[in-house]
Each structure stands twice: as structure tokens, then as C-alpha cells.
């Protein structure tokens, strides 16, 4: 079976630092990707990770440990429009077929 | 340039009619993807097409559904006698890569 799990919700302080983790069980694993949802608005991509280690670009960062099956998401000084879905999404081999988990909602407050 | 387009936006249909949901992809990606995505709930991933490679359609949930993608360009996902469950956002995404996806705006179907 395919399994990706992440928190539901999560809450955080402005400028503080906010790490989502992921799990996942999948039948294959091609690479991790972390997707940003505002309400009522289409995900837009974050991140890639394919091989073990820590991606950083601006102020998020990604990592992933493939034999843990696990990966997480660093947000760095938040900010209030931080506050959206956070979606973990796992493609698996031999093709472009993704699957998501079902978000973490994050709220960040003053 | 333009992103991904879907259209309508918003449909609402009766119970057991047949609907129709249109996709155009960003010129040039070779890969398209159907997603659907339940109030509050994470993407469902529906169906992929890549190039001239037969579309996987594991992710479709009853023989209801189906799509098609003509000339590798726009698609259409068809739901025939819609029910209420079908009732969610539908997502369109497009790719050239194996990296990122590009999503469309969605279309928000209704099944009363």
C-alpha cells in the first residue's frame, strides 16, 4: 500500500521557526516534493528532494532520510502569509505518478 | 507565459447528469496530471498522461470517470451519472520534468 502521513495542524509564532515532517510508506520512491496551498487557491511547489540531506532555499528548507522513509519541512522566520497547507507529496518509479498526503494546516499568529 | 488553464471554474449539475471538464496545459509540457481534492482533505491523485504513453489511470475511482488527452495538449476529464460524492475541486497540473508541477485554478464542481 501507499501511506504518506503528516500532522493536521500545526500552529506557530511570527518569526519563529516551524519544522511539518512527513512520513511515508509508498511502493516506490522517486523523489519528495512539499507543495504550498493558500485557501481557495491551486498548491504551488516548494521543494525537491531525491537524495538524502537537507535543501535549502530562502527562508524553507527541505529535508529527506530515504531509509527512514521520512522527511520534513523548515519554515524560517514566519511570516503571516506563511499561514496555508503544507502538502507532502511522494512520485513514485518509473513515472511521473504523484501522490499527496492530505496537508498540514499551519497558522501562524502575531 | 501562460499557466494552466482550466475551465469552467465553478459547475454545478443534478445528481446523474454527465459533466465535462476542460485542461490546457502550458505549451510545451509534456506530461498532464488529474487531481481532485475534497473540502479540506489532501489531492487525489486521478490520472496521468506523458507524452504518446498510455495514460495511467489507476487513481480513478469508478469506471465513471474518464479522460482523455487530444493531440498532447488540452484534456478533458469526463464524470458520467455524477453523484454527490463526486462533489470537489477538480486540479489540473502539467509538467516537462520530473520536477515541479504547475497547477490550474480548479473546477469547483457541485452535485445536487
Known amino acids: 500500500g501507499q501511506n504518506i502521513d503528516q500532522p493536521t495542524e500545526m500552529t506557530a509564532t511570527e518569526g519563529a521557526i516551524v519544522q511539518i515532517n512527513c512520513t511515508y510508506q509508498?511502493?516506490?520512491?522517486?523523489?519528495l516534493f512539499w507543495y504550498q496551498q493558500h485557501a481557495g487557491e491551486a498548491p504551488t511547489f516548494l521543494s525537491y528532494n531525491v537524495l538524502d540531506g537537507l535543501e535549502e532555499k530562502g527562508r524553507f528548507s527541505s529535508f529527506l532520510s530515504r531509509s527512514k522513509g521520512y522527511s520534513y519541512l523548515l519554515l524560517k522566520e514566519l511570516q503571516m502569509k506563511d499561514s496555508a497547507s503544507y502538502l507532502c507529496a511522494v512520485r513514485n518509479t518509473g513515472g511521473f505518478k504523484t501522490i499527496f498526503g492530505a496537508g498540514t494546516r499551519l497558522f501562524v499568529k502575531a | 507565459g501562460a499557466g494552466v488553464s482550466q475551465s469552467p471554474s465553478n459547475k454545478v449539475t443534478e445528481k446523474g447528469k454527465d459533466v465535462e471538464l476542460r485542461c490546457d496545459p502550458i505549451s510545451g509540457h509534456t506530461a498532464l496530471y488529474w487531481y481532485r481534492q475534497s473540502l479540506g482533505q489532501g489531492l487525489e491523485f486521478l490520472i496521468y498522461f506523458q507524452g504518446n504513453s498510455a495514460p495511467d489511470k489507476s487513481g480513478l475511482p469508478s469506471d465513471r470517470f474518464s479522460a482523455e488527452r487530444t493531440g498532447g495538449s488540452v484534456s478533458t476529464l469526463t464524470i458520467q451519472r455524477t453523484q454527490q460524492e463526486d462533489s470537489a475541486v477538480y486540479l489540473c497540473?502539467?509538467?516537462?520534468?520530473?520536477?515541479?508541477?504547475?497547477f490550474g485554478p480548479g473546477t469547483r464542481l457541485t452535485v445536487t
Open positions: 497540473a502539467s509538467s516537462r520534468t520530473v520536477y515541479e508541477q504547475y
Open positions: 509508498t511502493s516506490g520512491f522517486n523523489g
